[in-house]
């Protein structure tokens, strides 16, 4: 046997290996053919992508939220008056801190 007989024996065993494959994951998955396994490969592809941004999106608000799960902000957010009525109080509020700081220093 040559070299190229033996290269084109293995490249069909190969062949072989990978259609016995490929039928093992259509019944596995339940697929008619190869054009719906694809399909569905493409699907769990775009999923694992979108999982992937989702988890990296919660691992954000974990950081920016003081160690907080999803949940528990959401549940913080809930707790939250009126996000408009917020700046009025913030105003009020520093308005609070400045005259007690100038009576604090008016006290000394």
Known sequence: MTR???SMEH???ELRECESEIQEYLLQYNCADAESLRTLVDRSIAFKKIDANRQEQERILRQTGDGLSVAE???EFTEVDDVDVLPGKLSVLTSDIEDLQSRSERDR
């Open 73 to 75: 902000l959401e549940a």
């Open 4 to 6: 190229i007989e033996a």
């Open 11 to 13: 490249t069909q065993s």
